[in-house]
């Protein structure tokens, strides 16, 4: 039955239509421990009507890239395909699958697209078909405007994950980092793909720990804009500045509460470092620790009935949870004796942080009962603070294995690592944003 959806947001709005539906079949299985890349041919796609050949040569570009960033596929593009197939463009038949399922790939994305030159709006209709069972999966249509090109091929890919793997691709996701820029450090944003970046904080000052509001809308931050280390929140647009806390001493490291009503922070007070709650609104300052160690970088769990936090209270940097009301305090990490900058998982199982082995940072993830301790990162300079992509799939760090830091980005088991950006390094500190629909 043919059902039509429309999507609307603050800057644009998709059409989406379902050509068929059923119960979805898991295809990849991205945790087996056997897993290879999944074989999908990404034939050519046809371009209606006066569609530019460029356009449509871009929505391939941008599809075939976001599919192979995510590290599930092999994609096979027509290009590598026998003649007869490599101009065969547009939306086949299923009544002609059968010259496609003597190829390798195991799946066949086809689409087409479509340019409204007058009210310059861009539509993207797509098949998916499993070649192995020669059947039809999924056909739908996304619409908006040109200028978001890339958001609307991003939502054709996240439908191809969803479809093969049981959960959307985290394509229409940001990810925020600080960047070196001479004497000062800024806040910048770019998509997943590591495309759209853009430049937040311009003050010519120090600037970083930037964290994500849960709703998408804000990013918390340290700055030394007036000369103390102040906790300020911004918009996406790089206005609308916000001085949160601003208590003589540190007001660091922020954590957004999961209903977006609290901010976890680092405070510096009477000589010590102390895990605070504060309002959203930067009002009601709570000391949550107690002790002599210095207490740092809390980061709030999924549920938001947890804190995980750094302290040296037993001689040495050291994970540790709590609850949100600073009770049952117990520590996490026993192996090394530096472990630092944690990070929860979307699901609440795990934790990622980063730990000093034999002189080098390395990414580590933990149970959050201490079991199952495992390294994701070996002998590749120095890797440091990680933190998880909303699917729970990716953890992004920063890296010195190149050279300068940059942020780079792998699956949750330490494979496909790669970098975000292809900017020359001094990047560090990413925070992962939500799913903007």
């Not at 998709?14 to 034939?43: C, K």
Request: proline share 5%; hydrophobic share 35%; aromatic share 10%.
């Amino acid at each position: 039955m043919l059902k039509k959806i429309l999507i609307f947001n603050l800057f644009f709005s998709f059409l989406l239509i379902t050509f068929s539906s059923g119960f979805a079949r898991i295809y990849i299985d991205v945790n087996a421990p056997s897993f290879s890349p999944f074989p999908i041919i990404l034939s050519k796609w046809k371009g209606i009507g006066k569609t530019p050949q460029a356009i449509t040569d871009k929505v391939y570009e941008i599809l075939a890239n976001d599919l192979t960033l995510s590290g599930f596929f092999k994609v096979i593009p027509y290009q590598n395909l026998p003649s007869h197939l490599q101009n065969r463009e547009g939306i086949p038949s299923t009544l002609f699958l059968n010259e496609w399922a003597i190829q390798e790939g195991d799946a066949l994305l086809a689409g087409e697209v479509f340019l409204d030159s007058v009210n310059m709006i861009l539509k993207l209709r797509f098949h998916l078909f499993d070649l192995v069972e020669k059947k039809h999966l999924v056909g739908k249509e996304y619409e908006g405007p040109l200028k978001a090109i890339r958001t609307i091929v991003h939502r054709v890919s996240d439908e191809t994950i969803l479809q093969l793997t049981g959960e959307a691709g985290v394509n229409n996701t940001k990810i925020a980092y600080v960047v070196t820029q001479g004497e000062s450090k800024e806040i910048f944003i770019s998509d997943f793909d590591g495309y759209n970046i853009k430049q937040l904080t311009q003050n010519q000052s120090i600037n970083i720990s930037p964290s994500w509001s849960p709703d998408g809308k804000k990013i918390a931050f340290t700055s030394y804009l007036k000369r103390n280390p102040d906790l300020y929140v911004i918009d996406l647009e790089g206005k609308n500045l916000q001085r949160l806390s601003f208590s003589q001493g540190l007001n660091a490291s922020p954590s957004w509460s999961p209903d977006g009503k609290k901010i976890a922070l680092m405070m510096g007070k009477e000589g010590k470092s102390d895990i605070y709650i504060i309002d959203a609104d930067g009002s009601n300052p709570r000391k949550l620790t107690k002790g002599h160690g210095n207490e740092a970088t809390p980061r709030w769990s999924p549920d938001g009935k947890w804190i995980a936090f750094v302290s040296d209270r037993s001689g040495s940097p050291q994970i540790y949870i709590m609850s949100q009301d600073g009770s049952q305090v117990r520590r996490l990490t026993f192996e090394g004796n530096y472990n630092t900058d944690p990070s929860w998982s979307p699901k609440g199982d795990r934790i990622a942080f980063c730990g000093l082995s034999s002189g080098r940072f390395e990414i580590f993830t933990i149970g959050v009962d201490g079991s199952g301790l495992r390294r994701l990162t070996s002998n590749s300079g120095n890797n440091e603070k990680p933190c998880w992509s909303p699917d729970g799939r990716y953890i992004a760090f920063s890296s010195t294995r190149t050279g300068a830091s940059k942020i780079y980005i792998m699956n949750d088991n330490g494979l496909n690592q790669r970098p975000l950006t292809t900017s020359k390094g001094g990047e560090t500190s990413p925070a992962w944003s939500r799913r903007f629909e």
